[in-house]
């Protein structure tokens, strides 16, 4: 009686178990430390067969950001309901954002610190990712602004001139730069600090940053102080 054979596994399931160990070996080894000898041995396959399916070591790296960079986004958009209001819309991609970092550590080690920090090509490819986050939250900005027209229509300032409502362009990119990074440092001390949840670093950035913009969509914004009255320093 002949041996049975085996079926032989997809080229795209084979694929995604090299990336999968790919992403562990890069995100805890770094990408300078890591060796396609221990990549193909945690994936199960031989180092001839990683070169097959992704060519090199470089090429390797670039599939797995472009992976996990495309799962993030997708996890954070997917996480938004634009029927809610503005606060839940941005509550909801926080939280989608925090938890996905903290069930994947790994895959934000790639993203967040391996690719920023050894040049090109693989910086580009996180720059385009975060773009598209950052083009994310200024629309959720802006559907803030749209839900505050009405109370900020009626809103007077002491000497009774009517506020403008309309947040100007480069304000509300800073406001989405700065809630960007201030998430991705958050993630990064959450995900090294036990006993911080995703919902609680959630939280812990929802208080920090909607407070001001509530201010901000109320016509109450935080004005400098005069340059006469600035400490010299």
Not at 57 to 67: M, N, P, Q
Not at 204 to 218: E, S, V
Request: with cysteine; proline share 6%; aromatic share 6%.
């Amino acid at each position: 009686m002949g041996a049975v054979k085996t079926k032989r596994m997809p080229r795209a399931v084979r694929e995604q178990q090299m990336l999968d160990a790919a992403v562990r070996t890069f995100g805890r080894r770094g990408y300078m430390a890591a060796s396609m000898d221990e990549i193909a041995e945690l994936a199960g396959v031989s180092k001839p067969l990683v070169y097959l399916y992704l060519n090199s070591k470089e090429d390797l790296f670039t599939a797995c950001i472009r992976r996990e960079a495309a799962a993030l986004v997708a996890a954070v958009r997917g996480g938004v309901r634009t029927e809610l209001p503005a606060d839940r819309q941005l509550w909801d991609g926080l939280r989608a954002f925090f938890t996905h970092t903290s069930h994947y550590p790994d895959a934000w080690s790639v993203l967040h610190l391996q690719a920023r920090t050894h040049g090109e090509p693989f910086a580009t490819e996180v720059a385009a990712m975060r773009a598209e986050i950052v083009d994310f939250v200024t629309q959720l900005i802006l559907v803030a602004a749209r839900e505050a027209l009405p109370q900020a229509l009626n809103c007077v300032r002491a000497g009774g001139t009517p506020i403008d409502p309309d947040l100007p362009a480069s304000e509300v990119a800073g406001i989405a730069e700065a809630l960007v990074g201030a998430a991705e440092a958050l993630a990064d001390w959450a995900n090294t600090t036990p006993g911080v949840s995703a919902r609680q670093a959630a939280a812990t950035l929802m208080n920090f940053a909607w407070a001001g913009l509530g201010n901000l969509m109320d016509g109450r914004p935080w004005t400098p102080p005069e340059a006469a009255h600035e400490v010299s320093g």
